[in-house]
């Protein structure tokens, strides 16, 4: 593993923000943090930078223990949410910023920006202040700027957040094909999923300063390690109840759902997520009432381009599907049948852990 840590922790006061965390990141890997704000993401983060000592642990970056030295002597870098750009300095000069402060002789600056203002598309825009540039072109110089020191690793803490939808979606495109192309890890910390499962090889879940998964974004996707990963990326419908021999009476709808048997003792409370593209709907009666198909009506379409989110009324719940335009559609009032296959749904025990 080209970045290890091992056992890091870190205490404010009497919370551990980062809390017994072990990870090793590839040579070329993207790696995202991905949890809700507060979760110890950028802590993390900044340990590995050096901008922050751990209490407890370690940190190996290419083979060499870091945990003592500077930022500037780990040859990692850094980009900041809020970009961090200096305001009265043209993006040349913010560009060239991290190298003066190498002392790195002129020639060698001149170079090294006229090839991040390459990869990067910054041509031409040389002598503009920060404020005559768009939002992607801050953004663009801020990764820049840390890239242009030819680091080892580069670490990124929401650095999209600050961006509309349109070009979030376009950056993290570029942001992906720049670390492709560059072989070199990127550690990019979110709390938004679909960053996280847009651009990285594995996704390490973070919660409560613990990695709860760390694993490849299809798995983190598919297959939920805890209720708490399913409950936190897609979009998912959540029944919980008691498990009987027959099945799980779900509590709040008083739906009998037909789940695997195993691993689960009757009696024992479970809850159950089924992600809204896994909910197929079918026209009230033409299908066969079977396991878990369940009466339902729209209440509400919204229409989200290729797909259609319904949000169906069931007793007194609501249920959420999304499905392809492509497929039939339904309008508010419909009466309809909403069901799911045993594959398509995820069951932990009252922990939110899988039953093994
Ligand atoms: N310098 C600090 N002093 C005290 N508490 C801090 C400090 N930095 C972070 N924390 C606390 O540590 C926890 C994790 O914070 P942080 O790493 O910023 O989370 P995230 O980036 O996931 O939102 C939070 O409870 C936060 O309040
Ligand atoms: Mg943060």
Known sequence: MYITLDGVSRQYGDIWAVDRVNMGIGQSEFVSLLGPSGSGKTTL????????KPTTGRVLIDGVDVTDLPPHRR???????????????????????????LKLPKAEIEERVAWVVGILSLAGLEKRYPNQLSGGQQQRVALGRGLVGRPKALLLDEPLANLDRELRQEMEVEIRRHQIALGIPFIYVTHNQEEALSMSDRIAVVRRGRIEDFAPRTQIYDTPRTAFIAQFVGRSNRFEGTLDGAGMLASDCGARLAVPAAGLAAGSRAMLFVKNEKLRLDPAGATPAGANSLACTVKDVILRGAYADYILAFGNRELNASRPRSERAFLAGEAVTASFDAADMDLFDADGERPS
Do not use: C, D, K, S
Not at 47 to 52: D, F, K, Q, T, Y
């Open 45 to 52: 983060l900044r340990i590995i930078a050096g901008l922050e």
């Open 75 to 101: 040859g990692v870098a850094m980009v900041f949410q809020e970009f961090l750009l200096f305001p009265h300095r043209t993006v040349y000069e913010n560009l060239a910023f991290p190298l003066r402060m």
